[in-house]
């Protein structure tokens, strides 16, 4: 498997968001400015017009959200936190928007390695990660995590069979907005990597030999 390390670009970053949010909430605005305008002239397919406007507020709504979470200071309340109980909350969290895709989500049993965090920032961490694995796969499939010890890190996993993540993109991964879906925000892997930032973690992403890819989350130990 071929190795890419997701590095911080903090200079560049402010400057990119915010010209990803001008962009972002530009376009749903001169959309729903136009579907206006015609429901203002008098057009008959208003019920269809309702609907494109209200896909896009959503987004912006999605995004604002998000951006939300950004602007919100790092608040630290770290401590030595079991790995397996954070896994287990967000895997139950998830289950239920796997199971509708025939998705298992299967979690190493013998999992006991601890790591200094914020346990509320790494759950949001795995959500994106886990969140990500799952829409990454339109098939029936596993989705795994498990822990690598390796000697100054503990490797927190997620291993999916999903398409993996195509070699001409993998470097864009975390820019703000950068997403390849049509719901998508682009903020998700660029929070994830901003919070292990502040763990002293990165983020390291895996395509597998097999089949889809590999996220892992290194902890200092
Ligand atoms: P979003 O999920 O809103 O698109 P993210 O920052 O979470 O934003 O992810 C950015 C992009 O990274 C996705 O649009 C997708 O192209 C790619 N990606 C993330 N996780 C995976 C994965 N497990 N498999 C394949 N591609 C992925
Ligand atoms: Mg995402």
């Known amino acids: 498997a071929e190795e890419v390390l997701v590095r911080s670009e903090k200079m560049s970053v402010a ?3 915010a010209a990803g949010i001008a962009h972002e909430i530009r376009n749903p605005l001169t959309s729903i400015k136009g579907f206006l305008q015609l429901l203002q002239a008098g057009v008959n397919r208003k019920e269809e017009y309702f609907k ?4 896009e507020i959503e987004k912006m709504e999605k995004i604002t959200t998000e951006l939300l979470f950004i602007s919100k200071p790092l608040t630290d309340h770290k401590g030595r936190e079991a790995i397996s109980e954070m896994v287990y909350d967000i895997v139950s969290l998830l289950s239920p928007e796997a199971k509708l895709k025939n998705i298992d989500i299967i979690v190493d049993p013998s ?6 965090c ?6 949001q961490v795995l959500i994106n990660i886990v969140k990500n694995a799952i829409e990454a796969m339109d098939e029936a499939g596993q989705i795994t995590i498990y822990i690598e010890n390796t000697e100054y890190h503990t490797e927190l996993c997620v291993c999916d069979e999903g398409p993996g993540v195509p070699e001409e993109i993998i470097h864009k991964l975390g820019e703000p907005f950068f997403t390849t879906k049509q719901n998508g925000t682009g903020l998700g892997i660029m929070i994830t990597k901003r919070i292990l930032e502040a763990h002293h973690g ?3 992403i895996e395509r597998n030999a097999t089949k889809g890819s590999t996220f892992k989350l290194l902890f200092p130990k």
Do not use: C, F
């Open 202 to 204: 990165s983020l390291i």
């Open 15 to 17: 400057g990119q968001l």
């Open 52 to 55: 494109i406007m209200i896909d």
């Open 118 to 123: 914020d346990k509320s920032q790494i759950k």
């Open 111 to 116: 999992i006991h390695e601890t790591i200094y």
